[in-house]
């Protein structure tokens, strides 16, 4: 039985509404989200696609590279992202390896992403070397978000660089899109690629192509969440943008609450409840050991004294 949203409910976006705001001339801003609460506020904020990137491994988690997430992490963080957007559609990340190394196995992740996780798209990374895997998920039934330029789970092979600089690698990029987009892709992220040669792809083909690091002629944008919201003392690429400062207001936060707390100003009177007094009186009339004897005698344990 299909449900209806009610009527204060929106619809969930699909990808045939991504496809009308690209229909629309309309450029596309996707964030990555990670958990429940900041779903939630993204979906508020009106963004229209949230993705569960495998980046959470980095950002999140603390691994080194993309390469050590498992599927079941993505899956339970794909759960939180869906419980929390009411609106945005869904699209998560196939992790390393999760793909790519036979069709029957690939297909099997992606369905648990969609039916387990209850993504509503999946992203893959590879351009022509993925073109197959995308083909056979997406005659499933599964929108598939393409992935190249950088690759970040291809790390070991590219390192951490713009790609497509060079006649062939350039020529290498164009191909490796037009192959997502031929394989079915519903639109396609481009990753540290130069702004020209991302212009020139985002011309050459009928889906949105979403940048990051990839300049201003991209259908759309996508950005890591942690890095738009300035949560990282250490590191912010160079195509990332701090639209706020949320490491040191949650620092100042943090040390504020650890004074308060040695000061004794925390909790006050308006963060506590109190009892009436009788009751209290009450309470406290009977000596520590009486009142023990009560807590043994009520679970049934022979005192000391009786054995
Ligand atoms: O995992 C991720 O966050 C991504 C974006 C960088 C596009 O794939």
């Known amino acids: 039985m299909s449900q209806s949203p009610s009527p204060m409910q929106a619809a969930r ?17 996707m ?7 900041t779903a939630r506020t993204l979906d508020d904020a009106g963004i229209p696609m949230l993705l569960v990137g495998d980046s959470l491994g980095q950002v999140m988690l ?12 993505m899956l339970h963080h794909t759960k939180a992202v869906v419980r929390g957007a009411r ?20 297909l099997e992740n992606a369905g648990q992403l969609m039916s387990e996780g209850g993504a509503g798209a999946i992203k893959l990374e590879g351009g022509e070397r993925s073109a197959r895997t995308i083909e056979t998920i997406v005659r499933a039934g599964i929108p598939v978000m393409g992935h190249v330029g950088l690759t970040p789970q291809s790390i070991h092979q590219l390192g951490h660089r713009v790609q497509g600089k060079t006649v062939e690698a350039g020529r290498q990029v164009i191909a490796d899109a037009l ?7 519903f639109a396609i992220v481009l990753e540290l690629v130069p702004e ?24 759309g944008q996508v950005q890591v969440i942690t890095d738009l919201l300035g949560m990282s003392a250490e590191f912010t690429p160079k195509h990332a943008r701090h639209y706020a ?6 620092k100042s936060a943090a040390e504020a609450y650890e004074a308060d707390v040695i000061s004794g100003n925390f909790p006050g009177p308006a963060e506590s409840s109190r009892m009436d007094e009788a009751t209290l009186s009450e ?16 679970r049934g344990i022979p005192l000391d004294r009786d054995l």
């Open 13 to 29: 976006l699909t990808i045939a509404s991504i496809a009308r705001l690209y229909s629309q001339g309309e450029r596309i801003a």
């Open 196 to 219: 020209q040669l991302a212009a020139a792809i985002t011309e050459r083909l009928h889906i949105p192509t979403i940048g990051i690091g990839a300049g201003a002629g991209c259908s």
């Open 245 to 250: 400062e949320l490491h040191s207001i949650i």
């Open 62 to 73: 603390g691994y080194d590279t993309t390469v050590r997430v498992t599927m079941t992490e």
């Open 179 to 185: 192959a997502v987009q031929q394989a079915g892709a």
């Open 31 to 37: 964030l990555t989200a990670y958990d429940y609460p």
């Open 87 to 106: 609106r945005a559609l869904v699209v998560t990340d196939m992790p390393f390896l999760s793909y790519g190394v036979t069709p029957e196995a690939s």
């Open 283 to 298: 309470i406290l009339a009977q000596t520590p050991s009486a009142r023990l004897e009560m807590v043994e005698a009520s």
